[in-house]
């Protein structure tokens, strides 16, 4: 599953048009990490829709759109729990249908599982385009609202009032799995957020921070290498004579040109993307989804960063480029800012940044924050700071997101949500030590019924991907957890 972070935006929509033309939409810059996301096609999986407020909190708002959710039947059993998939910030992939821990449970139980996409994303269009003017009716609470709305007439229209609902979800959607828990709690019996940020923050740098302690899983050299490899660079950007080697090094499509800070912190971010995304899927069994470079590993990247044979480190640096441009076919790597802000703010529901990217940066500025910079020093990059991200925000949306907008609404997501303090019951939250995301969700029981999983040496959302022989045995635990877990809460 995806939270898309802001970051790679353009990897991710690469990824996306490989399988539509998940996301986590994270990709040649895809601002959208928690969430790389991707999509196979699925004759078997039926495409069914729903029709669904435009804006639930405006009862004199009578306009409706068609909202796009899947249904597997097929290990039901008459009076058995109903399992309810989140959909989050990328196109829903009908794959998550026929694979996946929740089916092995659903196995089990005897589940009917259904799978809601959110609104703005996949094929679930609310307005004419993606215009600022209608991006307002994007946000978490018209999506719990979605889901409450759905599972309201959907239980009555199949007789399913009286069966007991959970909710599943992973990264964003596992935030949402848990924020529908804890609003709707006469509507969902239980939850199983993975990997969920829970807590909004503006400045995230604590995410490369855990980066840097993911890379020294494979051995300490790795980050050190990589810090120095960013700090060459950076002291070769210094002088415009090094731009034509600087290009030719890293495969970019144009010749180099640095003509402000948004410019240099953009080029500097997507090299540290590379490492980002890797670090955050790492090992991740996520073949089933259809996505390219599952066997780029921290083990690959620090293999090449500690390769001598390739040069100076900052050569190596420039070979990880190179691996990732071969693995998604691209020729060169585009690291124009002006061609990036187009792009996003580009509205149009055909437009390159429509697969997620220009939905999900606009919920961290209206909503999240979750801006990875690299204001802490102990991480090994440099030179995308948080006001790097912000600017982001009222260079595509418009001037009425500043700082201190973005600010204030990261404040209102906390006191609508609580953050850390969730007060519940029946949510499991599974997360793994390798994933940055972990720092933003809940790592230690709250009470005996809102326990944490953390599963060390793991990545993003790993306890959801299908099982396999290779399984760290710490991993195999926390899936039987999370199924005892089920058996408890479905008994009460």
């Given at each position: 599953?995806?939270?898309?972070?802001?970051?790679?935006?353009?990897?991710?929509?690469?990824?996306?048009?490989?399988?539509?033309?998940?996301?986590?939409?994270?990709?040649?810059?895809?601002?959208?990490?928690?969430?790389?996301?991707?999509?196979?096609?699925?004759?078997?999986?039926e495409?069914?829709?729903?029709?669904?407020?435009?804006?639930?909190?405006?009862?004199?708002?009578?306009?409706?759109?068609?909202?796009?959710?899947?249904?597997?039947?097929?290990?039901?059993?008459?009076?058995?729990?109903?399992?309810?998939?989140?959909?989050?910030?990328?196109?829903?992939?009908?794959?998550?249908?026929?694979?996946?821990?929740?089916?092995?449970?659903?196995?089990?139980?005897?589940?009917?599982?259904?799978?809601?996409?959110?609104?703005?994303?996949?094929?679930?269009?609310?307005?004419?385009?993606l215009?600022?003017?209608?991006?307002?009716?994007?946000?978490?609470?018209?999506?719990?609202?979605?889901?409450?709305?759905?599972?309201?007439?959907?239980?009555?229209?199949?007789?399913?009032?009286?069966?007991?609902?959970?909710?599943?979800?992973?990264?964003?959607p596992?935030?949402?799995?848990?924020?529908?828990?804890?609003?709707?709690?006469?509507?969902?019996?239980?939850?199983?957020?993975?990997?969920?940020?829970?807590?909004?923050?503006?400045?995230?740098?604590?995410?490369?921070?855990?980066?840097?302690?993911?890379?020294?899983?494979?051995?300490?050299?790795?980050?050190?290498?990589?810090?120095?490899a960013?700090?060459?660079?950076?002291?070769?950007?210094?002088?415009s004579?090094?731009?034509?080697?600087?290009?030719?090094?890293?495969?970019?499509?144009?010749?180099?040109?640095?003509?402000?800070?948004?410019?240099?912190?953009?080029?500097?971010?997507?090299?540290?993307?590379?490492?980002?995304?890797?670090v955050?899927?790492?090992?991740?069994?996520?073949?089933?989804?259809?996505?390219?470079?599952?066997?780029?590993?921290?083990?690959?990247?620090c293999?090449?960063?500690?390769?001598?044979?390739?040069?100076?480190?900052?050569?190596?640096?420039?070979?990880?480029?190179?691996?990732?441009?071969?693995?998604?076919?691209?020729?060169?790597?585009?690291?124009?800012?002006?061609?990036y802000?187009?792009?996003?703010s580009?509205?149009?529901?055909?437009?390159p940044?429509?697969?997620?990217g220009?939905?999900?940066v606009?919920?961290?500025?209206?909503?999240?924050?979750?801006?990875?910079?690299?204001?802490?020093?102990?991480?090994?990059?440099?030179?995308?700071?948080?006001?790097?991200?912000?600017?982001?925000?009222?260079?595509?949306?418009?001037?009425?997101?500043?700082?201190?907008?973005?600010?204030?609404?990261?404040?209102?997501?906390?006191?609508?949500?609580?953050?850390?303090?969730?007060?519940?019951?029946?949510?499991?939250?599974?997360?793994?030590?390798?994933?940055?995301?972990h720092?933003?969700g809940?790592?230690?029981?709250?009470?005996?019924?809102?326990?944490?999983?953390?599963?060390?040496?793991?990545?993003?959302?790993?306890?959801?991907?299908?099982?396999?022989?290779?399984?760290?045995?710490?991993?195999?635990?926390?899936?039987?957890?999370?199924?005892?877990?089920?058996?408890?809460?479905?008994m009460?």
């Amino acid at each position: 599953m995806s939270v898309c972070k802001t970051y790679w935006i353009k990897m991710c929509l690469i990824i996306i048009m490989l399988y539509i033309s998940h996301s986590s939409a994270f990709l040649n810059k895809v601002k959208h990490r928690t969430f790389r996301t991707s999509v196979i096609s699925n004759a078997d999986v039926e495409e069914l829709w729903f029709t669904q407020r435009l804006d639930h909190f405006n009862g004199a708002d009578g306009r409706l759109w068609k909202q796009r959710y899947f249904i597997n039947d097929t290990m039901y059993k008459t009076g058995g729990p109903v399992f309810l998939m989140i959909g989050g910030e990328g196109p829903a992939n009908p794959a998550w249908m026929q694979y996946g821990t929740w089916l092995a449970y659903a196995q089990k139980l005897g589940a009917l599982c259904v799978m809601l996409e959110h609104r703005f994303y996949g094929k679930s269009h609310p307005t004419e385009d993606l215009s600022t003017t209608n991006l307002v009716y994007l946000s978490s609470k018209q999506a719990l609202a979605d889901l409450a709305h759905f599972r309201t007439v959907l239980a009555d229209k199949m007789g399913l009032t009286r069966s007991k609902w959970v909710a599943f979800g992973g990264s964003y959607p596992g935030s949402l799995a848990t924020w529908f828990r804890l609003k709707y709690p006469h509507l969902v019996h239980a939850a199983i957020a993975s990997s969920a940020p829970l807590h909004a923050v503006l400045n995230f740098p604590e995410y490369l921070e855990v980066v840097e302690r993911s890379l020294a899983t494979h051995s300490p050299e790795c980050p050190l290498l990589v810090k120095n490899a960013s700090d060459t660079l950076v002291d070769m950007l210094k002088d415009s004579k090094n731009y034509d080697k600087i290009s030719k090094d890293f495969r970019l499509c144009e010749t180099l040109q640095i003509q402000s800070d948004m410019d240099l912190a953009y080029f500097l971010e997507v090299l540290a993307g590379n490492f980002m995304d890797v670090v955050q899927y790492n090992d991740d069994n996520r073949e089933f989804e259809g996505v390219r470079g599952t066997n780029i590993t921290i083990k690959v990247l620090c293999g090449l960063m500690s390769d001598m044979s390739l040069g100076t480190p900052y050569d190596r640096y420039a070979s990880v480029v190179h691996l990732m441009l071969n693995t998604f076919a691209q020729k060169c790597l585009d690291v124009s800012y002006d061609t990036y802000r187009r792009e996003m703010s580009n509205s149009s529901w055909d437009g390159p940044a429509s697969g997620g990217g220009r939905q999900w940066v606009y919920q961290t500025c209206a909503e999240f924050g979750f801006y990875q910079s690299t204001d802490s020093p102990n991480q090994p990059f440099t030179g995308f700071p948080l006001q790097y991200h912000l600017q982001q925000c009222s260079d595509v949306y418009g001037s009425s997101f500043s700082a201190a907008s973005v600010a204030d609404a990261v404040l209102q997501t906390n006191e609508n949500y609580g953050g850390y303090d969730i007060t519940s019951s029946r949510i499991v939250f599974p997360n793994g030590s390798i994933d940055p995301w972990h720092m933003l969700g809940i790592t230690k029981d709250i009470n005996d019924n809102l326990p944490a999983i953390f599963i060390k040496g793991t990545a993003h959302c790993a306890n959801m991907y299908p099982a396999r022989p290779e399984d760290l045995q710490q991993l195999t635990y926390a899936r039987d957890h999370v199924f005892l877990l089920l058996q408890k809460w479905l008994m009460l």
